[in-house]
């Protein structure tokens, strides 16, 4: 094979301008890509980028979570009271970071709601709010376990980011 068409192969990396906090940036790549990437198939490579840098990918920095008391008395409640299937819930990113712990969004499958209507269920979550002092501050999409396939969509999310 020509040098040319291995270099064809390699995914290579991008560098930012020069400065002298400048280091090389590298795409992220997948599956059998990555596996080429990493090895020295690269010729000239040597296994790193060619720039004498280490081969990484671009990630971002994963933070402790802060405390959160409010939503871990909102789960704890909810969970012992109404017994879900299927539940999760977040601090909602709508409103940033600044008011971390104020409003929650999520979603409940408990078998609790059945035969019940939407109002009777939406009080019963904002009693329990009510009891953490969060009434009016969280938005749960609540359905009973026969209609499950109203929630299946939903449910394909990302749920669980805060952890």
């Known amino acids: 094979m020509s040098a040319s068409l291995g270099l064809a192969r390699c995914v290579r990396a991008a560098v930012q301008p020069s400065s002298m906090f400048s280091r090389p940036l590298a795409i ?11 090895s020295a198939d690269c010729p000239g490579t040597g296994g790193s980028l060619g720039l004498g840098a280490p081969s990484s990918s671009r990630s971002y920095y994963k933070f402790a979570k802060p405390p959160s008391p409010n939503l871990d008395a909102l789960r704890q409640l909810l969970t012992e009271r109404l017994v879900p299937v299927h539940f999760f819930l977040r601090n909602n990113l709508t409103f940033t970071n600044f008011v971390w712990d104020k409003h929650f ?49 939903r449910t394909r999310k990302r749920w669980d980011f805060d952890r």
Do not use: T, Y
């Open 28 to 38: 992220r790549a997948r599956g059998s890509l990555l596996d080429a990437w990493k």
């Open 105 to 153: 969004i999520g979603i409940m499958c408990s078998p609790k709601f059945e035969g019940k209507s939407h109002k009777e269920i939406n009080a019963m979550v904002d009693d329990i709010a009510d009891e953490v002092g969060m009434r009016g501050q969280v938005r749960i999409v609540c359905q009973p376990p026969s209609k499950w396939h109203m929630m299946k969509r």
